[in-house]
């Protein structure tokens, strides 16, 4: 490590090349490289596994499975979600030809609020589509409760919640799908990847099909199917990062717990803390930077990145100020307080396993200086 070296937000977990080569002879033997190959197959089943959930559906992406899981409910009309994510939450909704419906969040989890969700609801609602943001729980009970009365699908994107458990086991269980993202940026990354998880074998089924074109067979096609497989290579390269995930989230707990200590005296710096969840994945590092700290969450922002150090303003702008949404009645800021305050304040910190502590002091240093 140079001190003068960037930091960027993340950095892919890669283990060592030699390991995977192994798997790449594999793959040039049997010559299989993608339709539900054999590592594809391990793959699902050792997800299973490590997860806790019944079955699991791979995919090229996570954005693609959220279109696919969408359709695969045969989600139409108006959908409640929150402003505050990747566009790739709501970027879905468009692709299925659904109306998203903004609710604003709750200030301590940033997560959509239940107590606004029912306001929202229309006679043209049929799901709701929460975010755990951060990789923090929602409060999947409220929202359920909140789905079973109004006859809604409930939806999770869970891109950022690999891993994450509550006190009754993975989250990933709750509501109707859950959708997971594999992106180089997540605590567990196949380069690029994705997966829906799915709480029966006919859901699964259905999934399956919906993602290889809509075949059933050789000659037969039973709906307008999209490609939305894993390659073998993805899936061998997932099946290698599974021995090493518990061994990288250990070190991004100490990560989140040495930023903690270190930002604790720093007036004006807020570190937002979980959800009363019971294991954490630390996927993200987000900070409130609050008025009273003595310069602006854009001029921390520059400042860090005049010296390395690139953090990321996630979420800013809300995805409900982009073009192709802020014309919808729910995209108005009036009706999204704390999500266009939380937009504002926000900026995640370098987290990643390589991440060492004195990088970690070289930033948080920086962000005390300024305070002084």
């Not at 045969?74 to 692709?95: C, D, K, M, N, Q």
């Not at 030809?97 to 609710?103: A, L, Q, R, S, Y």
């Not at 240093?365 to 305070?371: F, P």
Request: glycine share 6%; with cysteine.
């Amino acid at each position: 490590m140079n001190k003068s070296d960037p930091i960027y937000v993340t950095q892919p977990y890669l283990p060592p090349l030699e390991d995977f080569l192994p798997y790449l002879e594999k793959i040039w033997s049997n010559k299989i490289l993608t339709n539900g190959g054999p590592f594809h197959q391990q793959l699902e089943e050792a997800l299973c596994k490590y997860l806790g959930v019944n079955h699991i559906a791979l995919f090229t992406n996570g954005t693609i499975a959220l279109v696919t899981a969408l359709q695969s409910l045969r989600i139409t009309g108006e959908v409640i979600t929150t402003p505050y994510s990747f566009v790739a939450t709501s970027h879905s909704l468009l692709w299925n030809g659904i109306k998203p419906v903004f609710v604003d969040v709750d200030p301590n989890t940033l997560n959509l609020d239940p107590a606004r969700i029912e306001a929202a609801i229309t006679p043209h609602t049929t799901a709701i589509m929460p975010v755990h943001c951060y990789g923090h729980p929602c409060d999947i009970e409220a929202i359920q409760k909140i789905a079973d009365n109004y006859n809604l699908r409930v939806i999770y994107d869970a891109a950022h919640a690999f891993g994450v458990q509550d006190h009754g086991g993975s989250i990933l269980r709750h509501g109707d799908l859950s959708v997971l993202s594999f992106h180089a940026t997540k605590v567990f990354n196949t380069f690029e990847g994705g997966a829906i998880v799915c709480p029966d074998a006919k859901t699964k089924t259905r999934i399956d099909q919906l993602k290889n074109f809509g075949h059933v067979g050789e000659v037969t096609v039973v709906a307008p199917g999209i490609n939305g497989k894993m390659s073998e290579i993805n899936a061998a390269f997932g099946l290698l990062q599974l021995e090493h995930i518990d061994k990288a989230l250990a070190r991004r707990k100490e990560i989140d717990a040495t930023y903690r200590e270190r930002l604790a005296g720093v007036k004006g710096i807020h570190c937002l803390a979980d959800a009363g969840e019971k294991l954490a994945n630390y996927s993200y590092f987000p900070v409130l930077v609050q008025p009273d700290y003595p310069i602006s969450r854009d001029d921390l922002y520059h400042t860090l990145k005049e010296n390395g150090i690139h953090p990321r303003r996630y979420f800013y702008p809300l995805i409900s100020d982009f073009p192709m949404y802020r014309g919808l009645p729910s995209a108005d800021p009036a009706n999204l307080p704390v999500a266009s305050a939380a937009a504002q304040k926000i900026l995640c910190l370098p987290i990643y396993p390589a991440l060492e502590t004195e990088q970690i002091d070289r930033i948080t240093q920086l962000i005390a200086a300024q305070s002084m």
